[in-house]
């Protein structure tokens, strides 16, 4: 199984971006799917997931910026980033929970200039 990532960059404070992750290899339809974050120097938290039947969790620091959503006929899951606070900068990183195994992609790097 592997997560791709990718959307990450430079934006200016109140900006926006979008963030996409495709799983693939044997996975189907993961069980969970989305994204944590870790800052320079700070333990990797969650940013928000989704399950498989739309569910959705955010942390109460992105709920209302952030949306997360997926296409689960590809296997892929998006970010879209709104209001981007330079507290919002670190790497990203997908996160995929399926049939009890936790897969993680390689980082997405986002940001954030005041």
């Known amino acids: 199984v592997q997560l791709q990532a990718s959307g990450g960059g430079l934006v200016q404070a109140g900006g926006s971006l979008r963030l996409s992750c495709a799983a693939s290899g044997s996975i189907f339809s993961a069980n969970i799917m989305g994204w944590y974050r870790q800052a320079p120097g700070k333990q990797r938290e969650l940013a928000a997931i989704i399950s498989n039947v739309g569910s959705t969790h955010y942390a109460d620091s992105v709920e209302g910026r952030f949306t997360i959503s997926s296409d689960n006929s590809k296997n892929t899951v998006y970010l879209q980033m709104n209001s981007l606070k330079p507290e919002d900068a670190a790497v990203y990183y997908c996160?995929?929970?399926?049939?009890?195994?936790?897969?993680w992609g390689q980082g997405t790097e986002v940001t954030v200039s005041s």
């Open positions: 996160y995929a929970y399926f049939r009890g195994q936790t897969y």
